[in-house]
């Protein structure tokens, strides 16, 4: 149980703006009750003019942790003392974790991702991925991707702006993984599916309201041989999982990913806890499903 504040409750929190949809303090707090840690974890609306004072309330609260979230997630690394490398190399921080007197930035998307399919023994290694979607989230994908020995991403994305700054960035940090554009979604052809191991949607088709929405064209059928993994939580089983399952193919949702990477965070700030902390995913995972069932449009922003 999560102790009651006293003089020894340390503040948590989350930077973005706006905060609103954000479904962080509900899962952070639980997870402080059930590892009986004293803190408190808060989110705090951060207009971008003001990043910089948020961070030096950090250093004066003497915070553990704080999570980062739009629209912060770039500018916030020219702030800190130090960026990690991982981190640097997405171009995103979503952690800050303090290392001695240091103010140090994290990105946990990329392990965040990899633990579900590390949980199911689905290797990456000398595998081709199918990734629909150039965003944030696409990179940290790829770069997951390459950090296990992916042979080659096949991306698509619906306007070739994004996918044009995304392909530049991609032949900058992942040298060795091939990648190859194919344009919209809609190009995803047969012979594209039959090559790949694991299809991942790094898009927002699919999430709520619009669940009539699947990144992968209708006249296309999925591979029961591969793993189809969507980065939607928000219905648990978007179509596009409803198809890959009904085609025989494994399926992943994306709360195991967002669960994931909020312990992923949990770890930086409380690395004394380790072992309880991993301990109590399962249940955390458990309690984020009850709370999205419960509260369906609450999800509906994405982290
Ligand atoms: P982002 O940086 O805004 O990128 C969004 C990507 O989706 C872009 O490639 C965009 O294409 C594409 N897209 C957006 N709307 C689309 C539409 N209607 N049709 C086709 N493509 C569309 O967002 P992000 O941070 O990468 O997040 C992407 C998704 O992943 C969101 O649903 C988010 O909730 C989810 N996510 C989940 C987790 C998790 O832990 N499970 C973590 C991070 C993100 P354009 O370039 O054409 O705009």
Redesign the pocket.
């Known amino acids: 149980m999560k102790p009651s504040p006293d003089a020894h409750t340390t503040l948590c929190g989350l930077f973005g703006h706006p905060i609103g949809h954000s479904l962080s303090p509900q899962f952070m707090n639980r997870a402080f009750g059930l590892l009986g840690i004293n803190s408190d974890y808060l989110a705090f609306d951060v207009a971008p003019k003001a990043l910089e004072e948020a961070l030096c309330a950090f250093r004066a609260l003497n915070m553990t942790g704080a999570n980062v979230t739009i629209p912060h997630k770039t500018r916030i690394a020219g702030l800190l003392d130090k960026t990690e490398e991982d981190a640097q190399s997405i171009g995103a921080v979503n952690c800050i974790y303090r290392k001695k007197n240091l103010l140090v930035g994290a990105n946990t998307?990329h392990v965040?991702f990899l633990k579900p399919l590390a949980r199911r023994k689905i290797p990456l290694r000398g595998r081709d991925v199918l990734l629909f979607?150039?965003?944030?989230?696409?990179r940290a994908v790829c770069y997951a991707a390459f950090r296990e020995g992916v042979k080659t991403v096949f991306v698509t994305?619906?306007?070739d702006d994004?996918a044009s700054s995304f392909l530049e960035w991609f032949s900058l940090v992942t040298p060795g993984t091939r990648c190859e554009y194919l344009g919209k979604?809609d190009a995803v052809t047969r012979v594209v599916l039959a090559k790949v191991s694991v299809i991942v949607n790094?898009?927002?088709?699919g999430?709520f309201p619009d669940t009539a929405a699947c990144p992968i064209p209708e006249s296309a059928d999925i591979p029961d041989r591969t793993t189809v993994y969507d980065?939607?939580?928000n219905p648990e089983e978007t179509l596009l999982l409803k198809r890959a399952r009904m085609a025989g193919a494994q399926t992943i949702n994306?709360l195991e990913?967002?669960v994931s990477?909020g312990v992923f965070s949990l770890l930086h700030w409380f690395e004394g806890k380790k072992d309880d902390i991993l301990a109590a995913e399962g249940e955390l995972l458990s309690y984020t499903r009850r709370f999205l069932r419960l509260v369906p449009s609450e999800g509906e922003a994405?982290?």
Do not use: F, H, I, K
């Not at 979607?133 to 696409?138: L, S």
């Open positions: 998307d965040g979607g150039c965003g944030g989230a696409a994305n619906r306007s994004r979604p790094a898009t927002p088709l999430m980065l939607v939580y994306g990913m967002l990477q994405g982290e």
